[in-house]
């Protein structure tokens, strides 16, 4: 390797940098390391001039590699490496020394940061003389669209796409198209149809001629990476429904929720006293028109009970969010078809957050529903009541308002059951490499920043199999989802950063520790030549796989452990 | 051509023994080499005295084997009259390459060492408190013994080394195989490794290789084994991966965990430390007491994943005070 | 004159390297023998990284990555978690003591918790005094 020819600049950052660290000082110790061949300081490295400066330099010094000694690279990389990129170097060929937010600005020792602006300078220099120029990649964006799952989040996301003028595949494990949503009545809190909602998805899904609807369908597997991905699915009953594997750029995961199983909570009488339901139960009914206990009567006492199998201790911490606004329109519902019917409804918490939620829940109380709170972990207790008694159940509760414990009459009883993950939700997220919460819900990329993207990039999450919510935040993360992946479309090629991690096939082993280590999916290992390599386009550069290498095969481009070495040698040195 | 026989001594250091078997046990080969060859000193098989080999010339010998590790001022000396005396200087088997075995004393120190075989033996008569001292005066003359050295250094820590054999000790074949190529004259770059490959000791064994997530760690013969999988995924410690291949893995294939006696793969400076970063990656726990329970099945792991290369290691050596 | 420990201090990219410049921005000074590495992520750093500063005259060697739960690259951080143990027994059997190397959590918000890690750490390495390791290897080569 020819001997490099390394340019530094030292910025004064107006008087931020120099009025603790003696810059000229750095500057005479940069010119005596091996390598440089010119020194430059300036007032404000980053300004216009101060990139001029770089680019002038390095033209006429005829410099191959720059450092600029300056603010934290977390500011200015991107600057720098833009500058060196404008004076016609490979912009991987700079490295950066922080001597602002880590020297000048946190110590006021003057001598100190001085040896410590030179250090980390050295180390810059050291590091920078065994940089390479790297080169990004780029790959295809495939147009068309899996999205997995035929419930309002599926059929959002895929109209959403398909209107955009991309083709997209929608995969329903079941006969039939709506989901979860299907089962419901009228929505909480305006009251709407769930039929006419769904009804008009459906209709214009199915003559969206850009939609493939494949029922009875599972994916079975799915290789590849972002814009190239290739999709098997198979049937769940009867003959296969795609011949060929598919190709497609993106998937949008939109598989839904399971409800909480009833059963489980012992002392709520669900499965062994007749009249207790579970809110899926109650919407048959309401979808019927007939609200009546078993014998067919209409009921006199009603009672709802939030939170069966959320924000407990026992079943799932969380909360289910849509049950509170659903058990209000229960109560409603119920004092509009049997108006003299007692309504009580106990409750925790009313969680009444959403826009209309605050008047939905006034309005439970103006058609004189009883409301009831009881403890987080003290449920109340359902039981038959005694044959003397003019109802069907009594429901034994410590009233937290009160502070007594009461017992309230019942002859039917609706539970609110609460989300919960799909069985199958483990699978899903194998078959896709996405992570689960320990809830089993999917995790996105970032909680605040980032909710409809993964880790895996091309995969998106959607509804509610990412975490409880409604119906306006479900065809929200759907539209999300769609929305990046048609901007995604619309760039037409995806550009791969140059920096990313190799693997050495003339030194792997194929001892395939590698494998398991990444969350990407990045390392894949050929079962032919017996080694592993790792996809670029999927690699996100963290270093795990390189660090893990028992044969020290899988390089880190830009962050190679000669590179990191020099780093310590020079602030050792 | 010239029919002069190749000129060859073999020595032994801090050694055992083995690789001079090694030598041995390529069976007849072994008397191939005694017709092609002039053994001038090989002290386990063949007379000889270091007045021998300090009368040659420099360059007078083709070919010196030196095994074991240099423990002391003989082992240094006679290291340094072979590399004067012969053109090319291997350092055969693990203690030359890298210390060995006896690089474990590394871990302790002299003091120690020398109290525990001297003085706090429970096979010493009471009240002796003899330990060996270099220079002793005794009969009117002077009693001077090699130096017991603070820590055992590998061959090419003393002198310059040309090729490297690995192993504890090299496998027969590979012998076979090194001296073959010297006598063929067919050697790679000078401080190569020879009779050994690249990669790691995976690529030649012959076991199943998939999901690497280890749980819980098993003494051998702790379990069941599964002859057909990776010891590793069994939970069953081998430093395979970090050690270089070229051994016929004969461990493996008996069932025993690879002990890394072929050190570590090419390009590899410090196999302990890669062992660790790969074993710890692969344990499959986030959670820290979990993680320390399946750790404290691992109750010496210095010792195990730098048996053989302590004092080529980063660390080289003990740094108590 | 008098000795001051040498820490060197490997920082991920996206929580701890940001945790030490927000210190900056707010101006929360801390002692000066601090010298950072900047990584992606915690695991990309090797127990090779950190032996070789302790060979090379570091006295102290600081890991610091996101809190678990929140690594950038979704599980770089637990990597770190499980290497940190073995490195220490390592440095056990070869005598270094383990207060020289901490593995610690710091996030994007913690510039505070940085500073008051690298000066606890600093004072520790004070007490303990300078690594032997460095000057007990140059020995060596000075023995025979």
Redesign the interface.
């Known amino acids: 390797m020819a001997q490099p020819r390394i340019g530094v600049f030292i910025c004064n950052c107006g008087t931020n940098i120099s009025h603790v660290v003696d810059t000229e000082a750095v500057r005479d110790h940069a010119l005596s390391l091996p390598g440089v061949e010119s020194v430059r300081t300036y007032k404000y490295m980053c300004s216009n001039p101060g990139q001029e400066m770089i680019a002038a330099e390095v033209r006429e010094r005829g410099l191959d590699r720059v450092v600029v000694a300056a603010c934290s690279p977390r500011m200015h990389e991107r600057t720098f490496r833009g500058a060196s990129r404008a004076a016609g170097l490979n912009p991987y060929l700079f490295d950066m020394a922080n001597i602002r937010e880590q020297c000048s600005w946190v110590h006021a020792d003057g001598p100190a940061a001085t040896l410590k602006a030179a250090a980390l300078t050295r180390a810059a220099v050291f590091r920078v003389a065994r940089q390479e120029p790297l080169e990004g990649l780029t790959a295809e964006m495939c147009p068309t669209t899996l999205v997995l799952g035929g419930g309002i989040a599926g059929l959002t996301a895929a109209l959403e796409l398909a209107d955009g003028g991309y083709p997209v595949v929608l995969v329903e494990r079941t006969d039939r198209l709506g989901g979860n949503l299907a089962r419901v009545d009228l929505t909480a809190p305006h009251l709407d149809s769930a039929r006419d909602l769904l009804t008009e998805r459906i209709t214009r899904v199915r003559s969206q001629p850009n939609i493939t609807v494949l029922l009875h369908t599972q994916l079975k597997s799915l290789s590849g990476f972002v814009g190239n991905y290739t999709a098997v699915v198979e049937a769940t009953k009867g003959v296969a429904a795609l011949a060929e594997p598919v190709r497609v750029g993106n998937v949008i995961v939109a598989t839904g929720y399971r409800e909480f199983d009833a059963s489980r909570v012992t002392h709520y009488g669900w499965g062994k006293l007749p009249n207790v339901v579970t809110s899926f139960e109650f919407e048959k009914m309401l979808r019927a028109g007939r609200i009546e206990t078993k014998d067919g009567r209409a009921p006199r006492y009603a009672a709802i009970v939030h939170c069966v199998g959320s924000r407990s201790r026992e079943f799932h911490g969380y909360c289910s969010r849509v049950c509170c606004m659903t058990a209000l329109k229960y109560s409603q519902e119920i004092k509009s078809a049997v108006p003299d019917c007692y309504v009580s409804d106990l409750y925790i918490d009313m969680h009444a957050f959403g826009k209309g939620c605050e008047d939905f829940y006034k309005r439970g109380s103006e058609v004189k529903t009883l409301f009831l709170m009881y403890g987080k972990n003290e449920r109340p207790v359902i039981r038959r009541a005694s044959p003397g008694d003019d109802c069907d159940m009594l429901i034994e509760v410590d009233e937290q308002l009160s502070g007594e414990r009461i017992e309230i009459p019942a002859d039917l009883v609706v539970l609110m059951v609460g989300m919960e993950a799909r069985e199958d939700a483990g699978e899903v997220a194998r078959l896709v490499n996405i992570s689960q919460d320990k809830d089993g819900w999917f995790m996105e990329s970032h909680p605040k920043l980032d909710p409809v993207a993964t880790t895996t990039d091309g995969i998106y999450i959607a509804g509610t199999c990412a975490s409880p919510k409604d119906i306006p935040d479900t065809v929200a993360q759907a539209r999300a989802a769609a929305g990046r992946i048609l901007a995604r479309i619309a760039r037409g090629k995806i550009e791969i950063d140059g920096v990313f991690a190799e693997v050495d096939e003339e030194r792997c082993s194929g001892c395939r520790i590698c494998n398991e280590l990444c969350p990407y999916s990045a390392v894949e290992f050929d079962g032919e030549k017996k080694r592993s390599h790792v996809i670029p386009a999927a690699c996100k550069a963290c270093g795990a796989c390189v660090a893990a290498c028992p044969s020290g095969a899988v390089k880190a481009r830009h962050f190679t452990s000669e590179q990191i070495l020099a780093q310590v040698e020079g602030i050792l040195a | 051509m010239n029919a002069r026989k190749l000129q060859v001594a073999l020595y032994w250091g801090a050694a055992c023994g083995g690789c001079d078997v090694a030598v041995l046990d390529t069976d007849e080969f072994v008397l191939d080499l005694a017709e092609a060859a002039d053994i001038r000193f090989w002290p386990i098989a063949v007379d000889g005295k270091y007045d021998d080999l300090e009368a040659m010339a420099d360059g007078e010998l083709d070919l010196a084997l030196f095994n074991g590790a240099v423990r002391n001022?003989e082992n240094?000396h006679v290291a340094k009259l072979l590399r004067a005396k012969s053109r090319l200087l291997v350092a055969f088997g693990s203690c030359a390459h890298m210390g060995g075995i006896p690089g474990l004393a590394n871990?302790t120190c002299k003091e120690d060492i020398l109290a525990t075989v001297y003085l706090a033996n429970p096979s010493i008569e009471p009240g002796n408190k003899t330990v060996p001292q270099a220079r002793v005066l005794a009969d009117g003359g002077e009693l001077i013994i090699p130096t017991f050295?603070?820590?055992v250094?590998s061959l090419a820590d003393?002198v310059d080394v040309d090729y490297f054999v690995p192993g504890c000790p090299p496998a027969p074949d590979q012998v076979k195989n090194v001296l073959l190529a010297v006598v063929r004259g067919q050697l790679p770059p000078r401080k190569s490794v020879l009779g050994a490959g690249?990669?790691?000791?995976?690529?030649e064994c012959r076991r199943t290789?998939?999901?690497?997530?280890i749980k819980r760690f098993h003494r051998p013969h702790e379990v069941v084994q599964d002859p057909e999988r990776c010891l590793l995924e069994q939970g069953i410690l081998c430093l395979?991966?970090?050690t270089r291949?070229g051994c016929g893995v004969r461990c493996p294939d008996s069932n025993q965990g690879c002990r890394g006696c072929y050190g570590p793969?090419?390009?590899?400076?410090?196999q302990?430390?890669?062992?660790?970063?790969?074993?710890?990656?692969?344990?499959d726990?986030?959670d820290?007491g979990e993680?320390?329970e399946i750790?404290a099945g691992?109750p010496?792991?210095?010792?195990f994943?730098?048996r053989f290369s302590v004092p080529t290691?980063?660390?080289?050596?003990?740094?108590?005070? | 004159m008098s000795y001051e420990p040498k820490l060197v201090a490997f920082l991920c990219n996206w929580c701890s390297y940001a945790g030490a410049d927000l210190a900056g921005t707010s101006r929360i000074q801390y002692p000066p023998n601090v010298r950072v590495v900047r990584v992606m992520c915690s695991a990309r750093v090797e127990p090779a990284f950190v032996l070789e500063a302790l060979a090379r005259g570091a006295d102290g060697v600081l890991l610091c990555g996101c809190h678990p739960g929140d690594c950038h690259y979704s599980e770089g951080n637990y990597k770190a978690m499980r290497r940190f143990p073995l490195l220490k027994q390592v440095l056990q059997a070869y005598g270094v003591e383990g207060e020289r190397v901490r593995l610690e959590w710091v996030s994007a918000s913690e510039g505070q918790r940085f500073a008051d890690i690298v000066a606890d750490m600093t004072v520790r390495l004070r007490a303990l005094g300078p690594s032997r390791v460095k000057s007990t290897l140059q020995a060596d080569l000075v023995e025979r």
């Open positions: 001022s240094e871990l050295y603070r820590r250094y003393v690249e990669r790691a000791l995976c690529d290789k998939s999901e690497k997530k395979g991966p970090a291949s793969p090419s390009g590899v400076k410090d302990g430390a890669r062992f660790l970063s790969a074993l710890a990656s692969v344990v726990s986030k820290p993680i320390e750790l691992l010496d792991f210095a010792g994943a730098y290691s980063t660390l080289q050596r003990s740094h108590r005070p």
